[in-house]
């Protein structure tokens, strides 16, 4: 019965308007049968099937199909851009796709790897109610269309890796090459060790079990006792959960906020978020925990960075959603109108004006990184070092940075406590001086970290197994003569 009811709901997300909608996001309640084990086949095809298929695939046209649908908004989620003086452009909103999907890739003593985006299972619970993956579902929504255009021969999670380096190539950035092989699963079993949140489509099953808050935490001593508590490294079943809770499976952007004892604590400010303290976080999250370097990490996150922007300028200041944001029922803040799940409830707009366009809420901060989000530029590190950057809040209440130069050129730009922890520690600081003076050097790190970020999965954990293993790659020869489709 509960289940009847939900498939109702799940089949009307979006409504008529999002048409490939459901391709992309499938709702837990129609997982449940494989996860009981009914399905035992761990792969929607298999991967010598999958293989073969890809022999056909044109992967120009493919590239055409996804630059194309990366620049035309639809009226169903309008891309970002105008907004920001920029063109309209899902750049950012598909960067953030790949690096979501490929993110949850840990490897542990070089022997025992987890996670990836092969597999595609952000597309199954648990994964597509994780809190970090907010609005993600819309650019799996859109990117539908190209999966109904090639069929068989894109499994999902090329497609949504793809996507990402395409969204980064055709804005103006650097990508080398790109290789196919990975395989999809029919379930998101292999990712419920990492982690399960947001249960609302899941009433009823021994799976539906949240570990919203770590069972091992800790704050740092200079940490104000009422702010959240951060996970430690060992978790109950080896859960390979990030630092802060499981829906955040990568670091908390806010950062650590400081006692009044503190001797940084300074009372006039906004609000007391460490940069210092929260680069702390994101080494813990980015070396400990994903295995990346430094310089790695420096690069991933200026790059990411560089393109799309924060969504939370709907103000929810005084609303219920101000006061329990994060619900503990996911998916957060997508819900369809008249769910009670999101401020799609009316809160942010109603009917075809629910939670679209301005009335958006992702994260809750709000803002791009740099002038020109729509396309591959410098700012991320240049503004990082010219500018004084001071704390402020969001619209929809959440404490984040700006100039304290409110006439600089930098001024409607924002950063992230996370982000201005990069100038904060010294090991960071000495790679964002050295991106923001060799551009040239950012791009080719930038490049190399990506590769490896987008081809490491369990089961191929190292980035040149893929390659290995399918010998499909592409260097790009084709985009010559078109570095970028933006006016
Ligand atoms: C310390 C690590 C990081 C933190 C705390 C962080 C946090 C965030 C937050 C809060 C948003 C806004 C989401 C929204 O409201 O729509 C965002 C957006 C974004 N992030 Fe990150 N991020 C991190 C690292 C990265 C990395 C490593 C990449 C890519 C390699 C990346 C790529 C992006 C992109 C492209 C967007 C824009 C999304 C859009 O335009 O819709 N981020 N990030």
């Not at 650019?139 to 996507?163: C, N, P, Y």
């Amino acid at each position: 019965m509960v289940c009847a009811v939900l498939s109702v709901g799940a089949a009307q997300m979006r409504g008529d308007d999002f048409p490939a909608y459901d391709l992309g996001t499938i709702p837990a309640w129609q997982d449940l049968p494989s996860l009981r084990g009914d399905h035992p086949d761990a792969q929607v095809m298999s991967k010598a099937e999958y293989h073969r298929k890809l022999q056909s695939l044109d992967v120009e046209h493919l590239y055409n199909a996804i630059a194309t649908l990366m620049t035309t908004s639809k009226p169903y989620w309008p891309a970002d851009g105008p907004q920001d003086g920029d063109v309209s452009s899902y750049a950012g909103l598909f960067a953030r796709l790949a690096w979501h999907c490929s993110g949850s890739f840990r490897m542990i003593n070089d022997t025992h790897a987890a996670g990836g985006c092969e597999g595609a299972r952000q597309r199954h619970w648990p994964e597509n109610e994780w809190r970090d993956n907010t609005n993600l579902d819309k650019a799996r929504g859109l990117l539908a269309e190209v999966k109904l255009q090639f069929g068989d021969h894109i499994s999902w999670s090329d497609l949504m890796t793809f996507a990402g380096t395409v969204a980064i190539k055709a804005s103006g950035g650097p990508a080398n090459k790109f290789c196919f092989g990975r395989v999809d699963d029919v379930n998101g079993e292999r990712s419920i060790p990492l982690g399960v949140e947001g249960v609302s489509q899941c009433h009823g099953s021994k799976f539906c079990k949240s570990n919203f808050e770590c069972p091992n935490s800790f704050r740092w001593p200079e940490q104000n006792n009422t702010d959240h508590a951060r996970c430690k490294i060992e978790q109950p079943e080896q859960r390979l959960q990030a630092s802060h809770s499981v829906g955040l499976i990568y670091v908390y952007p806010e950062g650590p906020e400081l006692k009044t004892t503190s001797q940084d604590y300074k009372p006039y400010w906004v609000h007391n978020r460490s940069p210092r303290l929260s680069a702390l976080e994101v080494r813990d999250t980015f070396k400990d925990r994903m295995g990346w370097t430094d310089r790695e990490t420096v690069a991933l996150i200026g790059g990411g960075h560089t393109l799309g922007r924060t969504h939370g300028n709907c103000n929810l200041t005084g609303s219920k959603w101000a006061e329990d944001p994060y619900n503990n029922i996911g998916p957060y803040f997508e819900a369809m109108p008249g769910s009670l799940r999101g401020p799609t409830d009316g809160t942010c707009g109603t009917g075809r004006e629910a939670g679209r366009g301005n009335n958006t809420v992702s994260s809750g901060f709000e803002g791009p990184w740099t002038r020109s989000p729509s396309r591959w530029t410098y700012d991320f590190f240049d503004a990082l070092l010219s500018e004084e950057w001071v704390p402020t809040k969001s619209p929809y209440g959440n404490d984040q940075w700006h100039t304290r130069d409110r006439s600089s050129k930098f001024s409607k730009t924002m950063r992230l406590t996370a982000d201005v922890s990069l100038i904060a520690d010294p090991a960071y600081l000495q790679i964002v001086e050295e991106y923001a003076s060799d551009h040239a050097k950012f791009d080719s790190d930038f490049a190399d970290a990506w590769f490896k970020l987008v081809h490491r999965s369990e089961d191929h954990p190292h980035q040149d197994d893929l390659e290995k293993d399918a010998s499909f790659c592409t260097s790009f020869e084709f985009t010559v003569s078109q570095q970028t489709l933006l006016p």
